[in-house]
T-cell receptor, first 112, second 113 residues
């Protein structure tokens, strides 16, 4: 399956600032997605993103807080804006290739 | 409501022993069921994916079973190794959505030497 490089792998950020997470796929992928995983919890879908169109956000997530870019078929970014300690979590990008859903290594974000 | 429930929540076994993790789902219509392994602080890695017509699928020491009638699946790990320590997550895709994934809470497995 495709391989995703996600960075940064971890970061500690001050509240009120923003962090952009990048994901690069080694092959073309139609649909990419972003998940959040809070400590000890399962994955929660933030949004899905197709190349050239606006991301589709799940209930509870809004574009102003989590803007997503998808400029081409191999790259996507997620920005966590105006961060608060409640945003401390692991953020995972991924994509679909045929019926396979594959994931990046995750970004562990701590907001202080 | 579409749900995936896993048991046990956590499990500790000795290295070399076998174990079986359980998954029950209420997702309907059903498309496929996946098992993922997630090491602490890392992204999930796919172990198996099974469709309605498949009863069992193996990936090395991992064997998944599926009973679509009772809506149950299991993941059996043979001759466990320390590197098997991870969370194992059961994920079901509904039949009416190509890209939707319904996630279980996972079973945290700890292998002790």
């Amino acid at each position: 399956s495709a391989v995703i490089s996600q960075k940064p792998s971890r970061d500690i950020c001050q509240r009120g600032t923003s962090l952009t997470i990048q994901c690069q796929v080694d092959s073309q992928v139609t649909m990419m997605f972003w998940y959040r995983q809070q400590p000890g919890q399962s994955l929660t879908l933030i949004a899905t993103a197709n190349q050239g169109s606006e991301a589709t956000y799940e209930s509870g997530f809004v574009i102003d807080k989590f803007p997503i870019s998808r400029p081409n078929l191999t790259f996507s970014t997620l920005t966590v804006s105006n961060m608060s300690p409640e945003d401390s979590s692991i953020y995972l990008c991924g994509g679909w290739q045929n019926t396979e859903a594959f994931f990046g290594q995750g970004t562990r974000l701590t907001v202080v | 409501k579409n749900q995936v429930e896993q048991s046990p929540q956590s499990l500790i076994i000795l290295e070399g022993k076998n174990c079986t993790l359980q998954c029950n789902y209420t997702v309907s219509p059903f498309s496929n069921l996946r098992w993922y392994k997630q090491d602490t602080g890392r992204g999930p890695v796919s172990l198996t994916i099974m469709t309605f017509s498949e009863n069992t699928k193996s990936n090395g020491r991992y064997t998944a079973t599926l009973d679509a009638d009772t809506k149950q699946s299991s993941l059996h790990i043979t001759a466990s190794q320390l590197s098997d320590s991870a969370s194992y997550i059961c994920v079901v895709s509904p039949g009416n959505s190509n890209y939707q994934l319904i996630w279980g809470a996972g079973t945290k497995l700890i292998i002790k030497p």
